[in-house]
């Protein structure tokens, strides 16, 4: 099968986003194809290459790119959502005169559009969110 | 055409079960994950509807969540089945649709 | 209606349902979900909106948010036609919960009963609910 995930929460605040992993190993493991995880609302959060989280816990931001480095998925945040909460790749901070950017690797910023087609073209779209 | 119902919150704090459970049709499958976990076990004020809910679904909960909030699996209102992440995989496959219900 | 060959194509047609159930401005999701809906008219797929619990609120007429300092979203309901996104409907028994009837709406909508909004839930291809 292959699955779109939708996760609308960010980071640490709410489970949605760790449900979402494990949901989204779990299809891996089973030898599923996960095509893309959306990130939108808060669920931006996630994208966020500037967290640290104390060392006895898990660090989701990094979970999420390894999973987009070992296994080809395609991680997307949503550009409305992330303008108004902060998050930028190099690209658009250049574009908004702003002095830095803060996507984590393995992370890529696109728009709404990107959702719809994984709902278009993914036999499964399966919504974290609160 | 089928669905997987997921519900994420506890029926204490807002009416997502029951709305859920209001427009799940005969036959479809709920799954209770993160605080919907709560409304699984004997005991509470909303065991009726859980119960008359798992008369005409399967009724499915999580299990490391159900773990992870200090409640026993042994508590389950009868026929509800306890799943992992591997399970709600299959679960989303052998339906056509998930709705979440937040 | 797509033809059989055109099921896997470019040109697939799917339902997508976007399930409202949250008041406006207390939270942002309603305004992120009809942004979400703005985008995907372009997709041209099979689109309806549904309204249900807290959801309802979103379309009562006579929105005044100057006081809280927040955008009025409530007109852009209205512009969803020029989207060609026509299917709006609310749940009959959602509105009389919260003592408001059809008269109480911004925008036209077709009233539908539980039952009849379940059916409808269940012919759909992906349901984004926010």
Not at chain 1, 36 to 51: A, I, K, Q, S
Not at chain 2, 11 to 37: M, Y
Not at chain 2, 59 to 73: E, T
Request: charged share 25%.
């Amino acid at each position: 099968m292959k699955y779109g995930i939708l996760v609308n929460e960010g980071p640490y605040q709410h489970q949605a986003s760790d449900t979402a992993y494990q949901f989204a190993k779990a299809a891996l493991d089973k030898g599923h194809e996960v095509f893309r995880v959306f990130f939108y609302h808060d669920g931006v959060n996630n994208g966020t290459r500037f967290g640290v989280p104390p060392q006895d816990d898990r660090n989701i931001t990094t979970r999420w790119t390894e999973m987009a480095e070992q296994h080809g998925v395609d991680m997307v945040i949503c550009i409305a959502a992330a303008q108004r909460r902060g998050l930028l790749d190099e690209g658009e901070a250049k574009r908004q005169g702003k002095d830095g950017d803060n996507i984590a690797p393995g992370f890529r910023i696109s728009g709404l559009g990107q959702l719809i087609e994984a709902g278009i073209q993914c036999d499964r779209l399966v919504v974290f969110g609160d | 055409m089928s669905m997987l119902h997921t519900v994420n919150k506890s029926p204490f704090e807002r009416n997502t079960l029951a709305s859920c459970l209001g427009h799940a049709k005969a036959g479809s499958d709920i799954l209770l994950i993160e605080d919907g976990v709560y409304a699984s076990v004997r005991g509470t004020s909303h065991e009726d509807m859980v119960r008359s809910a798992v008369g005409q679904h399967n009724v499915f909960v999580l299990g490391p969540d159900l773990l992870a909030r200090g409640m026993n699996p042994e508590q389950l209102i009868e026929g509800i089945a306890v799943v992992d992440y591997g399970d709600f995989v299959d679960l989303t496959a052998k339906h056509d649709k998930v709705q979440a219900w937040l | 209606m797509s033809e059989p060959w055109e099921e896997e194509g470019p040109g697939t047609i799917k339902k997508f349902m976007y399930v409202n159930r949250k008041a406006p401005y207390g939270t942002i999701y309603a305004l992120e979900s009809l942004e979400v809906v703005l985008i995907a008219a372009a997709f041209e797929q099979d689109v309806s909106m549904v309204f249900l619990d807290d959801g309802v609120y979103q379309l009562k007429k006579g929105q005044e948010t100057q006081g809280i300092g927040m955008k009025n979203f409530s007109p852009t309901y209205r512009a969803l036609e020029g989207y060609d996104v026509e299917k709006l409907y609310v749940e009959a028994e959602s509105l009389a919960e919260r003592g408001l009837s059809e008269d109480d709406l911004l925008v036209p909508v077709e009233v539908m009963g539980r039952e009849a909004l379940t059916e409808l839930m269940e012919e759909q291809d992906v349901i984004l609910s926010f």
